[in-house]
């Protein structure tokens, strides 16, 4: 079967899967087992490789159940640092961010929507923090939500209180053993407290349990209370994250045709549930080039597999990559297995020597990533190298305007059929206003 269609009966399968009636909302928008996340394993991902290969299903959720049963020992639980003079906002930002987000007098610079807060001192955001050491210093208008990283059974101890008081079902309960699960309730209950007067909330959006626990606390608080979740990186090639379930926003904002025509034929949105604006992440004017390079992911499961197909793109352009710069991705630098991959890709370029030089503009793409689409907007030649094809690489069915070439089995290349079709770059400084306001 072709992976076009294989992707397409996918997405048909998970549309279906939300429309059971045999879960309740809460639950679809709660564990993390309903995000059926196409780029991780976790135990989501695990329940969308349930829909094709159950096999691989199995061994994706036994890894994860005891990658969340000690990631949940490591953690001491979560709790919310408000300003001391706190008043309520008519408009909130949720959004995630790090301690490098922070500058000194504590204003927190939005990287999605290119804004520093204290340009939106009437905009009150509320920040998942993800780093260890907090900010000295924290602005008036930033909410933080924060782990607190220590051995500690605080969160064992919290999911078996509220299963025995029958707040959890039994046949759920392992599915409550998972970080997204826990932060997620965690949220589900704290936010409430942040929307007395509240008229809006607008987040970057990708389905994750957290996102859809705000949406759905804020939807029993009051229907009128306007909720937009907004594509800030163009998706991976199947994006199973993004089909429509319990507790999504009313809106959606996307960056182009390509993006709306996914969302609305594949992953069941409404036509005017989606709005289109220019991306307030991407502009089009950048100062680095995405040319003749190799770009990593984030995650990587297989070096041979990679190194293999990375040879096979070598004798496809028989080229030289000696120019060639090998990008880690920024959360990976210090990973063994990126700095392997790294060593291996320079050992496979030292020895398939070339005399034809690169001239063209092409980069390289290794993995489930979304910046394959800017480098195509950007009028790069672009090959992909998949460890699963199925989820991570890009077709014509999906997406609409593009279109694929298969090399091999887990190479690819890619072009775009029309300019601005598949993701629109913002050249206005200002365009976060269009998303807040």
Known sequence: ??????????????????????????EFSLLGYFYLCPFAPTKGNSRL???????ESLKIYIYATINDLIRLLKSGGYSTITPINFKNYKTIIVNWGYLKDFNNNGEFYDKHLNVSSKNCLDVMWYIIYLDNV???KISSNIVIVHE???????????????FFKNKKKLKFLNQEFSHYSTLANYIYHDFGKYINEVKKIIMPYEGQPYQNAIFKKTSEKGKQIETVGYIHSFPIGLPSNLAKRPGHPKKLIANSLSQKY???????????????????????????SMKNKIFLP????????IINSFEELIEYKKTDFSNFEIRNHPSCISSKKHIKLIELLKKTIAKKIYKKKNKNNFSVFIGPTGSIIEALERNLEVFHICEKPVLESYSKKIWKYLNTIKIKDNLFKYKKIEKNKLLIFNSNSKIYKKYIY
């Open 298 to 305: 984030i995650t990587i499961f297989d070096h041979k597999k």
């Open 1 to 26: 079967m072709k992976i076009e269609v294989l992707q397409k009966n996918l997405l048909n399968s998970v549309k279906f899967f939300f429309k059971l009636k045999k879960f309740s909302e809460l």
């Open 262 to 288: 996914s969302l609305v034929t594949h992953l069941g949105w409404k036509k005017n549930e989606i709005k289109i604006f220019p991306s307030a992440r991407f502009k089009k004017k950048v100062q680095l």
């Open 49 to 55: 490789f349930f829909f094709f290969n159950k096999i």
């Open 148 to 162: 607190k990283k220590q051995l500690s059974l605080v969160l064992y101890k919290n999911i078996f209180i509220n």
């Open 134 to 136: 907090l900010p000295k």
